[in-house]
């Protein structure tokens, strides 16, 4: 078997690509979070006892009666030592949302008021929040879902041990229930990887999850959601990029701190990513977000595409070393990256099948491109409470 030049220097190409690759990639940099993770586990009970700064949480339920009866509960009952109130807005009108308030009205912790059916021009959800930030009658504001359920009695001690004078919000994770798909669960750690990094390193862009807490003054200065009142949604994302000052944000990432979020349907599912494509003009800083996203994926899928191409051509010219050397260079890709994900995925609790992880790193960039077009095809005034 004949090895000619062109034949060692493709193989010994695809083989350092091989080794390189796979460390571009967001579950090999989340090294550092997943020591946070440690550290902050051993150091959990230390930390919640003295959280006892007075807390605000609001919830903004809409045709959510079902999943607030159900995850209410548990938020006003949680193991706090401090003063906490949580403060649920709802619309005016909604039977069922106020048939399970009524039910919970005798809890110390409820406080409880309506958004009238006349308010127009501007996201009735923002509206909402708005109203509940106002009444709360604390520094500190946790804003989450009806749909999210705290995963531990401590979630609110542990959101609340990373409070500091230095600290102006705390993005805490939300993880999707297991009885969502995979491939959503896979996505929402991938992400959360992402943009925890960028919190850490001082530049904090967005989240996905729903639970976050920031000053109350720094809202009402501010002017809340000024900006962006038009926007149905995105408010998560729009909070972080306006609040989240640069040094002064911290993440909640321990097991104690993260909510449980109900599987979405698939038009909700669909909707988030919508939302995010009509609101991201709106978000600063978001530059090396996407030059990062885009790298990582340029160097996966081009990795790939040159094993086939490699594959393909030795096949042709009976290069049969060459086509040796390219399957193992796809070997050890499939390999590293699966090593890497499936080691970040488990610190997320993701449950994610092992074999299923190639597949869902490559089919993210194809979904991502579906979210686009069906953008393109969308009516916009489906994103804008302005109808004009």
């Not at 967001?26 to 946070?36: A, E, L, Q, T």
């Not at 706090?80 to 005798?106: H, Q, S």
């Not at 869902?360 to 302005?386: P, Q, W």
């Amino acid at each position: 078997m004949a090895i000619d030049t062109l034949t060692i220097i493709i193989g010994a190409t695809l083989l350092l690509l091989s080794f390189l690759t796979p460390f571009f990639n967001p579950f090999f940099r989340g090294k550092k979070i997943r020591r946070m993770i440690e550290e902050s586990s051993n150091e959990n009970e230390s930390s919640l006892q003295h959280a006892d700064v007075p807390i605000s949480i609001v919830i903004a339920p809409h045709d959510n009666d079902k999943e607030l009866e159900e995850n209410l509960p548990v938020l006003l009952n949680q193991e706090y030592k401090g003063e906490y109130r949580v403060i649920v807005i709802a619309e005016k009108g909604d039977a069922l949302t106020e048939n399970v308030l009524k039910r919970l009205k005798g809890n110390e912790h409820l406080y409880v008021s309506f958004i009238p059916q006349s308010s127009r021009y501007m996201s009735r959800r923002k509206l909402a929040i708005t109203l509940g930030v106002k009444a709360a009658k604390t520094e500190w504001v946790i804003l989450t879902d009806a749909t999210c359920r705290p995963d531990s009695n401590h979630w609110l001690s542990s959101m609340a041990s990373h409070i500091s004078d230095n600290t102006s919000m705390v993005i805490g994770y939300s993880n999707y229930a297991d009885d969502s798909r995979q491939y959503q669960r896979f996505e929402r750690v991938q992400m959360a990887y992402y943009l925890f990094r960028e919190d850490l390193k001082g530049n904090p862009y967005r989240t996905q999850g729903r639970n976050i807490a920031f000053r109350k003054s720094k809202f009402i200065e501010q002017e809340g959601f000024r900006g962006s009142l038009q926007d149905i949604r995105g408010e998560y994302d729009f909070l972080v990029n306006k609040y989240a000052v640069q040094g002064e944000c911290a993440i909640a990432v321990e097991p104690d701190a993260w909510l449980t979020e109900q599987k979405p349907t698939k038009k909700e599912w669909l909707n988030r990513h919508l939302y995010y494509i009509s609101t991201r003009r709106l978000l600063s800083r978001g530059g090396w977000h996407k030059a990062l996203v885009r790298f990582d994926t340029f160097t996966l899928h081009a990795n790939y595409l040159l094993i086939i191409a490699s594959m393909v051509f030795a096949g042709l010219t009976e290069r049969w070393m060459l086509l040796g050397s390219s399957v193992l260079a796809l070997l050890i890709t499939i390999i590293m990256r699966t090593i890497f994900a499936n080691k970040a995925l488990k610190f997320f609790d993701a449950k994610i099948s092992v074999w299923r992880i190639i597949f869902y790193e490559i089919g993210v960039y194809l979904h991502r491109v579906s979210y686009v077009m069906h953008y393109k095809c969308a009516d916009k005034n489906d994103f804008t409470s302005h109808k004009l």
